[in-house]
């Protein structure tokens, strides 16, 4: 077996806290230092003898420094490959985002980040002993009060992921700046893959000439202009500010700016009635305490007759309810405040507060796993445009590790995602 070789540049190697680089962006994460004392050298020596054990059980491979190779897998399953052995036990031992942040601070690597992922994914139930998945609520940090999805706290939230840089997910999403699974047909390009998405929920809610449509987070303007396109008479609201100007100019440049009306406002602050009302992933930041307000609203503002079409990623309900309000890796550098529902929730918290019902669901789970793996394969390939923008080793470690992981759990079913139609008494 050779030594794999890393897939992302890698910080210099460092007992201390690994910094984002000269010249980063303010954004750019620091990766924790490696803990120190009685206590983190406890939890390396269990947390090598966890991950030996499990291992054992699972078709991959764990390759120590010294070459030596151990795991239930064969030569052709994925590797796990160990760079600094002691830092990545002891961050391991330190907690949820343990894992993550020795990747970030090359720790490790692996030739095969979705294969090994993948292979975590579809174990997960397994992995941790029952007994230690009953204390789960004592060693996983329950999300910091800041990033609750108040109006305000949603607001930051929103500003540390989307606004971000344009510039940095111009480079690896297509020209639509659609940023939500697309839906391939054979043939496809990842853009027309976004317009076949996008028309279908389209298609679904009926939206057409005369139809007046209330959109729940912008993004980037693609779908309020498609919409529009249609004779569609469209109101749009974002809380981010960079989106909300990259729209402006993305309506203004396709003729459509007297009919799509781009608002900087909270779903919660939304007024009027609405023939149809879209939104396209945006129930995954609004976090499990507002689900209660945001199907509310949806439900206040929908005219009589009208549709719902939302597009919702989704995990098992029994997963939901085994990791709901825990402060993991993802929501420590990628989405703070972020809950991903289940299906079940979704249709009870419409039961329990709203006249709406589910319509209509189309799953589209393997679509996003090809979405995720066209984004970071151009991530991957945009490597030195990334860093020209200050996002250097560490965040280009740490985001293709995001991706890598995402496209992981669509590929083992462990998420899946949906459009949904919702109605009242159809």
Request: glycine share 10%.
């Amino acid at each position: 077996m050779t030594t794999a070789t890393a897939s992302m540049p890698c910080p210099s190697p460092d007992g201390r806290a690994v910094p984002p680089g000269p010249g980063a962006h303010p954004a750019v994460p620091a990766v924790p230092a490696v803990p120190r004392g009685a206590a983190a050298l406890a939890r390396a020596a269990v947390t090598r003898a966890f991950l030996r054990r499990a291992a054992a059980r699972l078709p991959i491979q764990v390759q120590a420094p010294d070459g030596s190779v151990s795991g239930g897998g064969g030569p052709a399953s994925p590797l796990l490959v160990i760079r600094r052995e002691d830092a990545f036990y002891r961050r391991l031992g330190a907690g949820t985002a343990g894992l993550a942040e020795a990747y970030m601070a090359a720790d490790w690597d692996s030739p095969d980040l979705v294969g090994l992922f993948t292979v975590f994914a579809a174990h997960v139930t397994g992995l941790v002993p029952a007994p230690l998945q009953a204390l789960r609520r004592w060693y996983v940090p329950a999300g910091p009060p800041a990033e609750d999805a108040t109006i305000e706290g949603a607001r930051r939230n929103i500003e540390r992921h989307y606004d971000l840089s344009d510039e940095l997910f111009a480079l690896f999403l297509d020209p639509t700046m659609t940023y939500s699974s697309a839906l391939f047909a054979p043939g496809d390009t990842l853009a027309a893959a976004q317009h076949r998405k996008i028309d279908a929920l389209l298609d679904r809610t009926g939206t057409g000439p005369g139809t007046t449509v209330l959109e729940i987070g912008t993004g980037w303007g693609a779908l309020a202009v498609r919409a529009a396109a249609r004779g569609a008479r469209v109101t749009t609201l974002t809380i981010s500010p960079s989106q909300y100007a990259a729209a402006r100019r993305r309506a203004a440049a396709a003729g459509a700016a007297d009919r799509v009306d781009i608002q900087l406002r909270d779903y919660r602050q939304a007024t009027g009635r609405y023939d149809v009302i879209l939104s396209v992933e945006m129930i995954e930041a609004v976090g499990e305490r507002y689900w209660p307000a945001y199907f509310s609203v949806l439900d206040r503002l929908l005219a009589p007759g009208g549709r719902v079409g939302l597009q919702a990623i989704t995990m098992p309900h029994d997963r939901m309810l085994a990791t709901r309000g825990g402060h993991t890796w993802i929501h420590k550098y990628i989405f703070p405040g972020g809950q991903i529902p289940s299906l079940q929730a979704i249709t009870g918290t419409l039961r329990e507060y709203t006249s709406l019902r589910l319509t209509a669901d189309y799953p589209m789970g393997p679509h996003y796993a090809r979405t995720l793996a066209e984004w970071r394969r151009r991530f991957l390939a945009a490597a030195d445009e990334v860093s020209a923008l200050g996002f250097g080793p560490v965040f280009q470690r740490m985001w293709n590790l995001y991706l890598a992981y995402s496209e992981a759990g669509f590929r083992a079913g462990y998420l899946d995602v949906h459009q949904l139609v919702l109605g009242r008494g159809w």
